[in-house]
C-alpha cells in the first residue's frame, strides 16, 4: 500500500505544471492561424466552454482567487466568443476573459498549439530575432529549421519581408506551407533574397556547458519543460564539477515540469535542502481547520506548513563552487523558483533584470476537439516568504540583454561577482561574515 501511495505521488508531482504562458512569443514562429483546425462551430465551442466552465467552478484555485467570477468575466467577451470561427480567433476571446483573473498560468491552446506541445514542435521559419533600427535581426537559428536550411545565418539583418521593413518578428510569421521573401543583409555588406517556406520544426534546444574562463563554467539551461534532457543535465554537471565558479543562465527560459526544476537543484544544493511552500487547497483548508485563522493570508500558511519543496536527489555530489545566475523578463515560472532558491538559500548573486513573476503552480488538462487549457492549482511561498507571482525576483544587480555583436554584460558582471565572492570567503572564511 505505501509503495502504491509513493507512486501515485510521483505519478501526481510529474503532471504538475510551473510553464510560463507569457514568454512563449519570444522567438519568431508562430502557429499560424489554425485553419487546418476544424472551424470553431457553435456547437465544437459550446462542448468547449461546458467543460471549461466546470473546471473554473470546481478546480481551478489560487488562494485570494475568486474563481466564481468567471461567469461575468466570460460575459464581457460573449459577442467576439460567438462570432469567432477559427480555433484562433475563438481561443483569443477566451483568454481576453481568463485575463480578468489577474494571473499566470490560465489560458486556452487552439489544437494546433496543444499539438505542437506534444510534439516539442511549431511552425515558423525557425529564427530568434532582435528587433534594430534597420530590420530584424537573427541572434540564432534553429538547426534545421526552414532557414537555417535556406542559408540564412547568425547576424544576418532582415531588412524586408515580403517587400516591406518589418516592425516587429510577426512579419515573417504564418501559417505552414505558405512562403515568405526575405531581403538579407549580410555581414560583407552585400545583400541576398531567400524565399523561405513555412514549416513545422523542432523546438528541442540541449542545455550547454561552455568554459568563461578555465575555472568558470556557464550552463545554460533553456527549459524545465518536456525537452529537459535529464541525461545530458548530469553529464554537464559532471564536466562542469572541476570549476571554481559557475554561471546558470536561465535567461527566456519560460519554466516546465514541477520534477525538472527539482532534479536541477540537487545538482547545486544538497538533497532534501528546503527552498519553499506550494500553497494549494487542501492545505489551505487543513490551515483553517487546525488554527482557526482565515484562508486569505498566503504567507502565513506557507510559514506554518511542514510541507517544503525541497531539493532532489541525483547521482553525483552538488557543486562545490559559488554559483551566479542570470535571469530576465523572459525568465518564468519554474525558472524563478531555481533563481529565488540559489539567492536565498545559498546567497547566490542574480544578474540580470526582473524575472517575469509568473510562478503558479498548474495542470494543463484536453478539451473537446483538442483544445487544451491550463489552470492553476496552488500558489508558492519562497522561504524568506516571498510570494513569486507578480512580485519575481530581483536581480542583485542589473544587466540588460546583449544585442547581437555586443559583450554579455551580464556574465562579465556574475564572474566579478563570483570572484569577489571567493575573495571573502579567503579573507573571512566560508561564513562570509565582513565586519564592515
Do not use: C
Not at 55 to 60: D, F, G, L, N
Not at 385 to 406: H, S, W, Y
Amino acid at each position: 500500500m505505501a509503495g502504491k501511495v509513493r507512486f501515485s505521488a510521483r505519478r501526481l508531482l510529474s503532471a504538475l505544471v510551473l510553464s510560463s504562458m507569457v514568454v512563449a512569443g519570444a522567438l519568431a514562429q508562430q502557429t499560424g492561424s489554425d485553419t487546418s483546425a476544424k472551424d470553431a462551430t457553435p456547437e465544437i465551442k459550446k462542448e468547449v466552454m461546458a467543460k471549461l466552465d466546470e473546471i473554473m467552478s470546481s478546480r481551478a484555485y489560487v488562494p485570494g482567487i475568486d474563481f466564481t467570477k468567471w461567469p461575468s468575466f466570460f460575459q464581457t467577451q460573449q459577442g467576439d466568443i460567438d462570432k469567432a470561427a477559427t480555433p484562433r480567433d475563438f481561443v483569443l476571446a477566451v483568454n481576453k476573459a481568463l485575463k480578468q483573473f489577474g494571473i499566470s498560468h490560465i489560458v486556452l491552446s487552439t489544437p494546433q498549439a496543444a499539438q505542437a506541445r506534444r510534439e516539442r514542435k511549431t511552425i515558423g521559419i525557425g529564427v530568434s530575432l532582435q528587433v534594430e533600427e534597420g530590420g530584424l535581426r537573427v541572434a540564432s537559428l534553429f538547426e534545421g529549421a526552414p532557414a537555417n536550411k535556406a542559408g540564412i545565418e547568425i547576424g544576418d539583418l532582415i531588412v524586408k519581408a515580403d517587400g516591406k521593413k518589418p516592425e516587429n518578428p510577426t512579419a515573417i510569421s504564418g501559417d505552414e506551407g505558405t512562403e515568405v521573401e526575405l531581403e538579407v543583409q549580410k555581414g560583407n555588406g552585400t545583400t541576398k533574397v531567400y524565399k523561405v517556406k513555412r514549416e513545422k520544426f523542432s523546438t528541442v534546444r540541449p542545455e550547454t556547458l561552455t568554459w568563461v574562463d578555465k575555472e568558470t563554467a556557464l550552463v545554460k539551461i533553456f527549459t524545465f519543460d518536456t525537452s529537459y534532457n535529464r541525461a545530458n543535465v548530469e553529464k554537464i554537471m559532471k564536466e562542469a564539477a572541476p570549476a571554481k565558479r559557475m554561471i546558470l543562465d536561465l535567461r527566456s527560459n519560460g519554466g516546465g515540469a514541477v520534477t525538472n526544476f527539482i532534479h536541477l537543484l540537487g545538482f547545486l544544493m544538497p538533497e532534501g535542502t528546503p527552498v519553499g511552500t506550494f500553497v494549494n487547497k487542501s492545505m489551505v483548508e487543513q490551515f483553517v481547520k487546525e488554527t482557526g485563522n482565515k484562508p486569505d493570508d498566503t504567507l502565513k500558511i506557507a510559514y506554518w506548513s511542514d510541507r517544503k519543496v525541497k531539493a532532489g536527489k541525483v547521482p553525483i555530489e552538488p557543486f562545490k563552487g559559488h554559483i551566479a545566475v542570470l535571469v530576465n523578463g523572459g525568465t518564468g515560472s519554474a525558472s524563478e523558483i531555481v533563481s529565488a532558491a540559489l539567492q536565498e538559500v545559498l546567497g547566490s548573486p542574480v544578474v540580470g533584470t526582473k524575472s517575469a513573476g509568473a510562478v503558479l503552480v498548474s495542470v494543463m488538462v484536453p478539451l473537446p476537439y483538442g483544445y487544451q487549457i491550463q489552470y492553476p492549482i496552488s500558489d508558492y511561498v519562497t522561504m524568506q516568504g516571498l510570494r513569486l507571482e507578480k512580485n519575481g525576483v530581483t536581480p542583485d544587480v542589473v544587466a540588460q540583454m546583449p544585442k547581437f555583436g555586443e559583450q554579455d554584460s551580464a556574465v562579465s558582471k556574475a564572474v566579478s561577482l563570483l570572484y569577489r565572492a571567493e575573495l571573502r570567503e579567503e579573507r573571512f572564511g566560508k561564513s562570509g561574515d565582513n565586519p564592515k
